[in-house]
């Protein structure tokens, strides 16, 4: 494990952007009779008792293992055996973050060389166990990389930028208030690093604010499609610059495709709908209204519900009155609620982007 404040200085002035996960399927592999491997039983259809297995692998001394899988894992990297869909016989995978087997966490980045040097070590690791595999010649079937940025503001102040961009917000177990932008290929990710890790009980102390922003290519075609090669020998025969251009141009062609001005159109045509839909219910004194739920969304953001409601408490005796003044006050900030994110920022939406795509596309 490295010393943390001498890792921090180490990596002071190192890019902190490329390959995160990888999800290996080895071709060239074997299993000792003596390994680690744990073996799932099959499992079996409960009208007829029919039991669902495959012959997972095979041992010279013990022959072949049936079951529903067989798996190892260790703290840093997964091994799993089990059937490919479609019927297309046994796979087996390995999955590993290339930063955590390397320095413990994977906040950090880790070059071509230490790249090499991890798989290595966990090529070695899995010996130990009784599992014999060549990671040079396995194709890789997942590849996420991933840039850390220093955000000029909170990570909410971000939040109305993203929804523009049409990234769907979501609650992910483990990673906090994420941003995605997703379909069965690909997704690309944006959360607050430093959230991601105290929920999974990792000390932040010195740590700077991180925003992290991860493209996952999610199996082997589009791994191909996207660097031309899935071979892990070929990431060290050039392929290391191939994947670390396209994460450059994956983020260019999806998120920040836009100019500064593009932008401020698309924000313009998002209020011009959140008007249109204010004027589409009630025709008469539709502006009032739309100003009205504006400022009761932001009295509640800003001053806080319940410090609203309780100044209400003090300010009128009569329960009635504070009760109808609440329910007012609620009404007007739903009819905005489902339409307005907080900003928290005092910068333009165009200031935001352009931060985030320098940062993100041009550094």
């Given at each position: 494990?490295?010393?943390?404040?001498?890792?921090?200085?180490?990596?002071?002035?190192?890019?902190?952007?490329?390959?995160?996960?990888?999800?290996?399927?080895?071709?060239?592999f074997?299993i000792?009779?003596?390994?680690?491997?744990?073996?799932?039983?099959?499992?079996?259809?409960?009208?007829?008792?029919?039991?669902?297995?495959?012959?997972?692998?095979?041992?010279?001394?013990?022959?072949?293992?049936?079951?529903?899988?067989?798996?190892l894992?260790?703290?840093?990297?997964?091994?799993?055996l089990?059937?490919?869909?479609?019927?297309?016989?046994?796979?087996?995978?390995?999955?590993?973050?290339?930063?955590?087997?390397?320095?413990?966490?994977?906040?950090?980045?880790?070059?071509?060389?230490?790249?090499?040097?991890?798989?290595?070590?966990?090529?070695?690791?899995?010996?130990?166990?009784?599992?014999?595999?060549?990671?040079?010649?396995?194709?890789?079937?997942?590849?996420?990389?991933?840039?850390?940025?220093?955000?000029?503001?909170?990570?909410?102040?971000?939040?109305?930028?993203?929804?523009?961009?049409?990234?769907?917000?979501?609650?992910?177990r483990?990673?906090?208030?994420?941003?995605?932008?997703?379909?069965?290929?690909?997704?690309?990710?944006?959360?607050?690093?430093?959230?991601?890790?105290?929920?999974?009980?990792?000390?932040?102390?010195?740590y700077p604010?991180?925003m992290?922003?991860?493209?996952?290519l999610?199996?082997?075609?589009?791994?191909?499609?996207?660097?031309?090669?899935?071979?892990?020998?070929?990431?060290?025969?050039?392929g290391?610059?191939?994947?670390?251009?396209?994460?450059?141009?994956?983020?260019?062609?999806?998120?920040?495709?836009?100019?500064?001005?593009?932008?401020?159109?698309?924000?313009?045509?998002?209020l011009?709908q959140?008007?249109?839909?204010?004027?589409?219910?009630a025709?008469?004194?539709?502006?009032?209204?739309?100003l009205?739920?504006?400022?009761?969304?932001?009295?509640?953001?800003?001053?806080?519900?319940?410090?609203?409601?309780?100044?209400?408490?003090?300010?009128?005796?009569?329960?009635?009155?504070?009760?109808?003044?609440?329910?007012?006050?609620?009404?007007?900030?739903?009819?905005?609620?489902?339409l307005?994110?907080?900003?928290?920022?005092?910068?333009?939406?165009?200031?935001?982007?352009?931060?985030?795509?320098?940062?993100?596309?041009?550094?």
């Open positions: 494990m490295y010393n943390k404040a001498v890792l921090l200085q180490e990596l002071q002035h190192r890019e902190l952007n490329m390959i995160d996960t990888l999800k290996l399927m080895l071709n060239d074997e000792s009779s003596d390994s680690e491997v744990r073996v799932q039983p099959a499992s079996y259809e409960l009208g007829t008792g029919t039991k669902v297995e495959y012959p997972l692998f095979y041992t010279h001394e013990k022959g072949s293992q049936f079951g529903s899988k067989a798996y894992n260790s703290d840093t990297w997964n091994f799993t089990k059937p490919i869909a479609g019927g297309a016989g046994v796979g087996a995978f390995l999955q590993l973050s290339i930063p955590k087997n390397y320095y413990g966490n994977n906040f950090y980045s880790v070059g071509e060389q230490g790249t090499k040097a991890t798989l290595s070590k966990v090529e070695g690791e899995l010996k130990e166990k009784g599992v014999h595999a060549s990671l040079s010649e396995a194709d890789m079937s997942r590849v996420d990389t991933f840039k850390n940025i220093e955000p000029e503001e909170p990570f909410s102040s971000y939040y109305t930028l993203f929804s523009l961009l049409k990234a769907r917000r979501a609650i992910q483990g990673y906090g208030t994420t941003f995605l932008l997703s379909n069965t290929q690909q997704e690309f990710c944006v959360y607050d690093k430093l959230e991601e890790m105290r929920e999974r009980s990792i000390d932040t102390t010195g604010s991180t992290r922003f991860e493209h996952r999610l199996n082997k075609a589009k791994v191909q499609s996207t660097y031309g090669f899935t071979k892990v020998a070929d990431i060290f025969k050039g290391y610059e191939v994947i670390r251009e396209k994460q450059v141009e994956s983020w260019k062609n999806s998120l920040f495709s836009f100019t500064a001005e593009e932008l401020v159109l698309i924000g313009s045509k998002q011009e959140e008007m249109k839909r204010f004027k589409d219910e025709p008469i004194n539709w502006f009032s209204r739309f009205k739920a504006y400022g009761a969304y932001y009295l509640a953001s800003y001053a806080g519900k319940d410090v609203v409601i309780e100044a209400l408490k003090n300010l009128e005796a009569e329960r009635t009155m504070v009760w109808r003044a609440v329910k007012k006050f609620e009404v007007a900030e739903r009819e905005l609620l489902v307005k994110q907080e900003e928290g920022s005092s910068k333009t939406l165009g200031t935001l982007y352009e931060e985030l795509r320098r940062k993100v596309c041009l550094n």
